[in-house]
């Protein structure tokens, strides 16, 4: 693989886009980050309820769900908002978001209590659910680790980091991280979770042009486990 090859932002093949975390972002919620991964950017707030819902009630285990939208001006044609019921695609995004980070916490350990976490695109360049997995992590470890430190839970009630990663290929060259010029024009598009250990949570894969060969599968899932690595390493950097 040549990891040479220069791309529209002038990122090496294997090149993740510049990634912020700005926690504390909003003072309110129990734990808040905005996450930045080049042009995309998701205020990700993780709200504590000492409840769960009725259908988990009585079995002494926590619960984490995830909501997530985009601004109508997230866009560069506005979006109306999705006051008619929610799209597929904002569902399944949900949905994903919710499965990985369910992958961080020790719901056992949690009592009866629910994380709600709100993903809200402020601006859309590609990634945006992958940045939002990112970015909630590390929101989730902020309102986790009040409660730790308050004696309320147990600090292994916070696991190891999750990170997720688009990787594709454009033009035939695998590539890690795709802003949406690459998303719109890719070959083959991947969205990769995995944890801090090497396993993975979900890879959702579609060619869409022309389908794709294991070569190609095993070079986009090395590039996304050594972004994702990279990822974690920012991430624990700014939680410390």
């Known amino acids: 693989m040549n990891n040479q090859i220069n791309r529209v932002d002038d990122r090496k093949s294997n090149e993740?886009?510049?990634?912020?975390?700005?926690?504390?972002?909003?003072?309110?919620?129990?734990?808040?980050?905005?996450?930045?991964?080049?042009?995309?950017?998701?205020?990700?707030?993780?709200?504590?309820?000492?409840?769960?819902?009725?259908?988990?009630?009585?079995?002494?285990?926590?619960?984490?769900?995830?909501?997530?939208?985009?601004?109508?001006?997230?866009?560069?044609?506005?979006?109306?908002?999705?006051?008619?019921?929610?799209?597929?695609?904002?569902?399944?995004?949900?949905?994903?978001?919710?499965?990985?980070?369910?992958?961080?916490?020790?719901?056992?350990?949690?009592?009866?209590?629910?994380?709600?976490i709100d993903c809200d695109v402020i601006q859309a360049d590609g990634g945006t659910r992958t940045a939002s997995i990112n970015g909630s992590y590390v929101a989730v470890a902020i309102a986790l680790k009040h409660l730790i430190s308050t004696g309320t839970i147990p600090e292994e009630t916070l696991l190891a980091p999750v990170a997720a990663v688009s990787v594709g290929m454009v033009s035939g060259q695998p590539c890690l991280d795709l802003d949406y010029a690459e998303d719109s024009s890719a070959d083959v598009d991947l969205n990769v979770v995995m944890t801090a250990d090497g396993k993975f949570i979900e890879v959702q894969g579609t060619a869409e042009k022309e389908p794709y060969d294991r070569q190609s599968l095993n070079q986009m899932l090395d590039l996304a486990e050594a972004g994702i690595q990279e990822i974690i390493r920012k991430q624990n950097a700014v939680m410390k």
């Open 16 to 116: 993740l886009r510049k990634i912020v975390f700005t926690p504390d972002y909003v003072d309110y919620p129990q734990g808040s980050v905005l996450v930045e991964m080049g042009k995309t950017r998701v205020l990700c707030n993780v709200c504590v309820e000492e409840k769960v819902p009725e259908w988990m009630a009585g079995r002494g285990v926590g619960w984490l769900t995830a909501e997530y939208s985009m601004l109508p001006q997230s866009t560069q044609k506005r979006n109306p908002r999705e006051t008619n019921g929610l799209k597929g695609r904002t569902q399944e995004i949900r949905r994903l978001i919710g499965r990985s980070l369910r992958a961080a916490v020790d719901l056992s350990l949690l009592g009866e209590r629910t994380l709600l």
